[in-house]
Structure formats: structure tokens, C-alpha cells
């Protein structure tokens, strides 16, 4: 278990995390009461994910994304339980982007237009302005994969990018009973749109 103590007598995960967390970037203040309140938050709610919080400890300590733009601020809400599962998937998104080649300083995390307009979970940076490729990541069962589908294409139709990306998450299921008459479902509903739909299952 990853547990939040105090500062003497902590080690292994928690000393590892609570070192990323007051390092670049995120340069957390653990010796002030509020930089402290949020560093245990933050140890709090990925303990409480079970196996995924060790994962969150290696992504985070593996320095991969330190270098896109919005990770501080994405990190820091870990602060939020309820965001601490829906972050998760985002950030394994964007570990795979990098491993397929895209260059980790022209990552920028979490574009919301304040008035709703469109709400970018992963952008790629168009050199010469905007964005080349647009992502909205969702986790999800099958069951849910037409709403969350629905919700990602509202949440980026407004985006001038050349690519429109939508990476479900789909826990709970195999390649074995994966729906097809499902697939053929959402292949029909962005046909003919800019929208490129990625399942992944976990």
C-alpha cells in the first residue's frame, strides 16, 4: 500500500513520490502546511486505486512527460479523487503517442474553450499555429462506449485540427467477446467525418 506519514519516517513508493512532486515541474512546497496538504492528497487518492497507483508512481517518476505542456497543472488534479481515475487513461494515451513517434514538447495536455466550445484532453502542437491532432481519451464498459463516443465528438467537433482522435477505454472485456455489430456501430457513426475512433481494451 502507497500511504501519505510523515516525512521522517517514510520511504520506498511514498519518499519516491513525495521527491517527484517538490522536484521540476510540479515543484510542490511540502514544508509549507498547503504544498504538504496537497502532496498527501495527491498519495491519498492514488493509494486508493489500488494497482493502478503504482502505475501512476512509474509514469510520473519516469520523467516521460515532464516536457508537455499542461502536465504540472494536470497532475495537480490528483488533488481530486473523482479525477483520479479519468486521468489515468490520459496519460497512458499519451506514453503510447510518444512511443509512436510524436515528440514529447509537442504534447499539451487539457485545452478547455471556457465556454464549452470544445475540450481537448490531448492536443498535438502545430508548429505553425493550432493544432495538427486533437484527442479526447474516455474510459468506459461496452455498454457505455455509444455515450462516451457521443460526448468525445461534441467535445472536439469545434477544433480546427486535421485529425480528430477518440480513445475509449473499454475495461471488462476481451477481444474474444468485444461486440463487432458495436464496431460497425461507431465505423457508421463517424463515417464521413474527420473522426478517427480508437478501442483499446484493459
Known sequence: M???TEES???GPVQNLINILTAHPFNYNYRSPQGKRSVDRIIENINAIGDIGYNYVNILASGRLNEAHGFPRLVTQL???DMIITTYPVLVEALRMISGGFRVNNIRFEDTEPAGIYDIDIGVLNPRSGYSMVNQVKLTTQT????NLNSAMR??????ASR???VLFVS?????NYSLT???QIEARVAGSRFIVDIVLV
Open 182 to 184: 458495436l464496431n460497425r
Open 9 to 11: 519516517t517514510i520511504h
Open 79 to 81: 488533488e481530486n479523487r
Open 2 to 4: 502507497i500511504a501519505a
Open 172 to 176: 471488462g472485456i476481451t477481444f474474444n
Open 155 to 160: 467535445q472536439l467537433i469545434n477544433v480546427r
Open 144 to 147: 457505455g462506449v455509444r455515450e
Open 164 to 166: 480528430k482522435v477518440i
